[in-house]
């Protein structure tokens, strides 16, 4: 680094944007490596050790411009983005906690006749249309746009691209809405019980 910590640090208290680039960057790698090595092959369906970091960076830029954090040196300040990445990291793991016990492994045996199966009969289209309109009451507004691309075709990187995004923001969007759509059926196959 150009400048010491210290130094960068007092900038960055002040507002100056690259002394905060600076100090992310040098810090960023170390942070990721705290999240992927809690991060399973499950949980990076759900979202990315970048969301993460970027999250907690957020938090501490607005710590130190708008509520006056302040360390006592780097290693203080090294321990707290730990601990900080480590408390996100268990919320997110929470948040999809459900998700992920209500998902399970298809069998393999059995896709010959998934895959030889007649076409959809016309009350076929009529539910996935109904489905449909179901989804997109339960996405916000500004995330409608996403899940049209999605139901296009697109990969989440094309997505990720053309709504200027991160691709595990795009990923984190729509597994937040296949959540809710998964508890909304599971209250509705309760109350028929």
Not at 50 to 72: C, K, N, P
Not at 102 to 121: F, I, T
Not at 136 to 141: D, E, F, K, N
Not at 154 to 163: G, L
Request: charged share 30%; proline share 4%.
């Amino acid at each position: 680094m150009n400048e010491p910590l210290n130094s960068l640090l007092d900038k960055l208290v002040h507002g100056d944007d690259a002394a905060a680039s600076e100090v992310f960057v040098k810090y960023e790698p170390y942070l990721r490596m705290v999240v992927r090595k809690n991060l399973t092959p499950s949980l990076r369906t759900k979202f990315d050790s970048m969301d993460i970091v970027q999250s907690v960076w957020a938090d501490l830029v607005h710590g130190f411009r708008e509520a006056g954090w302040r360390f006592a040196d780097v290693q203080h300040l090294q321990a707290f983005l730990v601990q900080l990445t480590k408390h996100r990291f268990i919320d997110r793991l929470r948040r999809h906690r459900t998700a992920m016990a209500l998902e399970r492994r298809h069998d393999q045996s059995g896709l010959e006749n998934v895959l030889l199966a007649n076409d959809p009969r016309p009350d076929d289209f009529a539910q996935a249309e109904d489905l449909w309109k179901n989804i997109m009451q339960l996405c916000p507004p500004e995330h409608r746009e996403i899940l049209q691309m999605k139901r296009d075709g697109a990969a989440n990187a094309d997505v990720a691209a053309q709504m200027g995004l991160h691709e595990g923001s795009v990923r984190r969007i729509l597994c937040n809405v296949a959540q809710k759509l998964a508890r909304q059926q599971e209250e509705t196959q309760g109350g028929e019980s």
